[in-house]
């Protein structure tokens, strides 16, 4: 059975920095193209940032370029969102995802999901 686990989430103050981490169990992620998605209280779940399998296509939300960074370690079979300059608009439950390629950004695509971490940008 295929999972995913996502870790770093947490409290932050406005203007600084988590990074997230998105790891495998049952399957390695080297041979999936992966998704970071969010929902906030009130809102639909929105495609934040997504990597190909070799790390080479990337994908941002509007909302977040410039800010935040997916990158990837296939050594170590992970993914990361380095999330810098947060934001209280931020505030969400972040969720990976995985998908075969990097055909979209949108979470209705995305096949194997984690249970997500929360992320709480608050003064």
């Known amino acids: 059975q295929l999972h995913l686990v996502e870790s770093g989430g947490g409290l932050v103050q406005p203007g600084g920095s988590l990074r997230l981490s998105c790891a495998a169990s049952?399957?390695?992620?080297?041979?999936?193209?992966i998704g970071w998605f969010r929902q906030a209280p009130g809102k639909e779940r929105e495609g934040v940032s997504c990597?190909?399998?070799?790390?080479?296509?990337?994908y941002y939300a509007h909302s977040v370029k410039g800010r935040f960074t997916i990158s990837r370690d296939n050594g170590k079979s992970a993914v990361y969102l380095q999330m810098n300059s947060l934001k209280p608009e931020d505030t969400a439950v972040y969720y990976c995802?995985?998908?075969?390629?990097?055909?979209?950004?949108?979470?209705?695509?995305?096949?194997?999901w984690g249970q997500g971490t929360q992320v709480t940008v608050s003064s």
């Open positions: 990597i190909s399998r070799n790390g080479g296509s990337q």
């Open positions: 995802a995985a998908r075969p390629y990097l055909n979209s950004c949108s979470p209705d695509e995305y096949d194997y």
């Open positions: 049952g399957f390695t992620l080297d041979n999936y193209a």
